[in-house]
């Protein structure tokens, strides 16, 4: 397993990657049309976006040279949040590469990320009904605050787990 920085050419492995996921992971908590009409173009062309300059900080986990997941993250994106400068935005794996370490290895890598900018103490939102939820607890994450989101027409539960430390 290799983790390594993003690069533009990535775009298609990380949204194929990040589809799986959500489909695997999500199934049964988001309405099954919105997960069925996940558009890999669309995914494809939001992280094009998001892999240019100035954007996200991404890494992304490789096996065989296929990219298996990804985790990205840069300054803070929501104002209520004030005091937690940054934001781990995601951190997905295909349902193959968890349980082996690698979701600690990007997370790992994005923290230190975060921290190297200076945008430590930071943030991660998880939807509550996620089952892997108490992974950012085990890596440290205390709860700070619960709002709603709302995905695919459903309102969904989400939490905020905060890393004072930085880890």
Not at 31 to 42: I, N, Q, S, T
Not at 66 to 88: K, L, N, T
């Amino acid at each position: 397993m290799v983790v390594r920085p993003a690069v533009l050419g990535d775009a298609a492995g990380i949204a194929q990657a990040h589809i799986a996921s959500w489909r695997a992971t999500y199934r049964g908590i988001v309405p099954d049309a919105f997960l069925d009409g996940m558009d890999p173009e669309r995914q494809q062309a939001r992280w094009r976006n998001l892999l240019g300059p100035g954007r996200a900080t991404v890494w992304v986990a490789e096996r065989s040279g296929v990219i298996v997941g990804h985790a990205s993250c840069g300054p803070q994106r929501d104002q209520a949040m004030s005091g937690w400068p940054g934001e781990v935005y995601s951190l997905y794996l295909t349902k193959a590469a968890q349980g082996a370490g690698t979701g600690a290895r990007l997370w790992n890598h994005a923290a230190e990320s975060l921290r190297r900018a200076g945008l430590a103490p930071f943030v991660v939102w998880v939807l509550t009904q996620n089952p892997t939820v108490r992974f950012y607890e085990h890596m440290g994450g205390r709860r700070l605050m619960e709002r709603p989101v709302v995905i695919g027409g459903v309102e969904l539960p989400e939490v905020a787990y905060g890393f004072a430390d930085g880890r």
